[in-house]
């Protein structure tokens, strides 16, 4: 059974263009979330039953619900993600002073590093990964060596070697 506002649509000629929206919208889209939105509010306005949609999206009701709720309201931008991700702690231009202050050292210490984001620019990472991050940006490897290959095995070198 389709509702009252798809049959007002219906009337109106609208479920065409709103189909064709949509579309457009999920074509455009990289993120898979927001793809799944307007496939949901799509595939209501050809008419499928919203038991159907949670079947094929194997998402809820209240999701499907919700999303046709959000593009009816604010149209193709309801169905875009709210979220954007965190501030950086450093800006742009800080960051590349960072890079190019670890490109002129001979040798790193992540230490080091730390201590001059807290002095300089006030910024205490959570994760150690961030730092990683910062050297592997200036091309630097912050990986360990070892002079001896832990997996070597002393009996097959020392015959390698006599022969």
Known sequence: ?????????IAQGAVPE???ELQEFID???DAREVRKALAVKLVYQGYKYEE???ILDVSLGSITSWKQAYEEYGIS?????HKGRKSYLSIQQREEVLSWL???????????????VFEYDV???SKRSYYDLFDAAGISWKKTTKLNPKADPEA???KKTN
């Open 78 to 82: 309801g169905l875009s993600l709210n």
């Open 1 to 9: 059974m389709i509702n009252q506002h798809l049959q007002a649509a």
């Open 157 to 159: 070198v020392a015959v």
């Open 18 to 20: 709103a189909i064709a």
């Open 124 to 126: 205490t990472y959570e």
């Open 53 to 55: 949609i949670q079947t």
């Open 28 to 30: 455009d889209r990289p």
């Open 103 to 117: 490109q002129t050292k001979e040798c790193w210490e992540l230490g080091e590093l730390e201590y001059k984001l």
